[in-house]
């Protein structure tokens, strides 16, 4: 006789819940499917993606876009494809231009873009939670933690930062790698470690420079199983291979660089140490909503507050094995300190000018979010209570 799963114990259920959730929360983008609400970066980002999906022709061979695109200023070109990562903008484009089959536009192709991976990234969030604690409660939590955090959702719905948000899905993917090199499977590590990396540097080059550091600092918690040369020479092997696929989007950016005097590269032009300053937003922003006044929220929900003291009271019993202890330290460690990056307490006039290229330190919240979230979430390990003595697997 078949027993029926219990909410907890099916990955099907959780799964379809955290979807009908992340739905709801972009009911915007469907309740009106003719209106777009423009953001910050709005037109930038439908402007591109329309004139690239118009370039695209299977039918006669045309599959992949020129990075220098026509359609923009009389066809004067517009070298986005040189100066700014392709990934998000060829991703909606492929994705407009079969929809254009049924009648879709660029909106529509921008719109469902923004959902599918909206959806991913809690279901990363999910897959990654699972992988350190084996529990699909504590799965579902972080999940939950992470899809619901204002500043992601205002991130994506107010300032519509179509590029940045690729990261809350690529970037726990490239942790995860990271975590398993010294705590899981090899195997594991080079397909979410290498994919994650990937899509962080064709998302976001000025945010994954900092995603760089995070995972350096990381890597320095790890410092007695980083130097055994089974985990090393992976590293360093994984590495190799990021920079070779990596290679033919940088070097035309160098080049540029180097040879050129470009408006992107003048120094003080596009970001400078009073904009980044002036951007950067009071602690306790952190703890209580519009306290900026602004429609970017940066505040963390007092639930998820209230869980990540829960589950630092509570350590001995949720921190169980070598890895998890070291993802508790590592994790609060690093967590408040970018979360100090992103404020006032931040002395960013004095910073070099490759880290002002950041423009906005708030953007450093993608880290701050998903250590907050795995620390949260993490305390559903706990046994349940009226005295019953088990942990879910």
Not at 44 to 69: A, C, M, R
């Amino acid at each position: 006789m078949r027993t029926r799963k219990s909410f907890w114990e099916n990955t099907t259920l959780q799964l379809l819940l955290l979807l009908v959730i992340g739905i709801l929360l972009l009911y915007s983008y469907w309740i009106k499917p003719n209106v777009f609400f423009l953001g910050d970066d709005s037109l930038f980002h439908l402007s591109n993606i329309k004139v690239i999906s118009e370039s695209l022709d299977f039918f006669s061979g045309k599959w992949f876009p020129s990075p220098i695109v026509e359609g923009i200023a009389n066809n004067l070109g517009y070298g986005v494809g040189l100066f700014y990562p392709r990934l998000p903008h060829l991703v909606a484009s492929y994705l407009t231009y079969f929809l254009s089959f049924f009648g879709g536009d660029a909106i529509t192709g921008y719109k469902l873009t923004h959902i599918l991976v909206f959806a991913l990234s809690s279901m990363m969030m999910y897959y990654v939670s699972y992988r350190i604690f084996k529990n699909k409660k504590v799965s579902f939590f972080t999940a939950l933690f992470y899809m619901t955090s204002s500043y992601l959702l205002s991130d994506i719905i107010y300032r519509d930062a179509f590029a940045e948000s690729f990261l809350f899905l690529f970037f726990p993917m490239a942790f995860l790698g990271l975590y398993e090199l010294f705590h899981g499977s090899k195997k594991q590590f080079y397909l979410w470690f290498i994919l994650g990396y990937l899509g962080m540097l064709h998302s976001h080059l000025v945010v994954s420079i900092y995603l760089t550091i995070f995972c350096v600092l990381y890597l320095l918690f790890q410092k007695k199983e980083l130097f055994r040369m089974s985990n090393l020479k992976h590293l360093i092997f994984a590495s190799v291979i990021i920079l070779t696929c990596y290679l033919p989007s940088v070097i035309p950016l160098i080049e540029h660089k180097l040879y050129a005097s470009l408006a992107v590269f003048a120094e003080d032009l596009i970001s400078s140490a009073n904009l980044v300053t002036s951007c950067a937003f009071h602690p306790l922003a952190y703890f209580f909503p519009f306290y900026e006044g602004t429609r970017i929220q940066f505040f963390i929900n007092m639930i998820v507050w209230l869980f990540i003291a829960l589950a630092i009271r509570y350590r001995k019993e949720i921190f169980q094995t070598k890895g998890q202890k070291n993802l508790l330290i590592s994790l609060s460690v690093l967590g408040l300190l970018f979360a100090i990056l992103t404020t006032r307490l931040t002395p960013w006039q004095y910073a070099p000018s490759i880290l002002l290229m950041i423009q906005f330190p708030w953007r450093l919240e993608v880290i701050v979010i998903l250590a907050a979230s795995i620390l949260a979430g993490s305390y559903f390990i706990r046994p349940s209570y009226k005295g019953k003595n088990y942990v879910e697997v």
